[in-house]
């Protein structure tokens, strides 16, 4: 595996190859990134990986400076997984001069959800993945780049965003990957401690039985619901910011009887000092 941390040194490395597969992460990886990677892999000619933490999608509260930097292990654990190239760049080389120019995906779907509560947030994701498909695809007929289905918000700000600019690139979701309890891998779940850690199955759980709940009736009343799951967590000690039912399609509430509608629950809360997000299809 090749690793390479400047944009000239990335694209003289894919200069020969016509597909990259590619797997943007912030590092600190587990088995979930090593799936994409993975999954990824054959629907390429050359399998790229980049590690970049992202100072535009972190609030001035939250964990930019704290987030793990583990580059020597990532590197082992991609080339393990058949990765060809990491792109490893600093800040200074992603982000010469202050980021003037940024994405603003639209507020129906990135001001919901994860953006209501964390502002800004897909702007910064946006931002910073046009830029990473620029310097892997730039001269590309075509290209496929994977995500987690973990961040499932994530994936349709990214899909659309893709679509509205006609970049010739597949979006491919991966599925979650989960412990043996059903924790979504995170490289956040290293901040809990061990309590902690026990408890953190409880997220998953808690979406199953709103999932289930809401599936028992063909027309639920889904606030009612969702505030019930909301405070079952926080007798637990949590502090949930949402546990709710949307549309796969658009994360809007659905309408109507729920019959054949296809439906993700989504869920984010806060365990001690660690936020975890999580989702089930339903």
Known sequence: ????????????????????????????????????????????????????????????????????????????????????????????????????YRVHPASDLSDILEGHFRPGFFIGVSTVVLKLFSCVYAGMPSGVAAFGKKDYQQVLVVRRMVQQFALPIDILAGETQRAQDGLALSSRNGYLNSAERLEAAQLSQALQALGDAARASNTPDLPALEAQAMQALARRGWKPDYLTVRRRADLLAPQGPLAGQPLVVLGAAKLGNTRLIDNLEI
């Open 1 to 100: 595996m090749h690793i390479v941390h400047t944009i000239a040194e990335l694209r003289e490395r894919l200069s020969p190859f016509k597909r990259p597969a590619f797997v943007p992460t912030m590092g600190n990886l587990h088995d979930g990134h090593i799936a994409l990677v993975k999954q990824a892999k054959p629907m390429g000619d050359v399998t790229v990986s980049s590690i970049f933490v992202n100072r535009l999608q972190f609030a001035p509260n939250e964990d930019f400076d704290s987030y793990p930097r583990t580059l020597d292990a990532d590197a082992q654990r991609l080339e393990a997984a058949g990765c060809n190239v990491l792109f490893a760049p600093r800040e200074q080389e992603l982000y010469p001069e202050p980021q003037t």
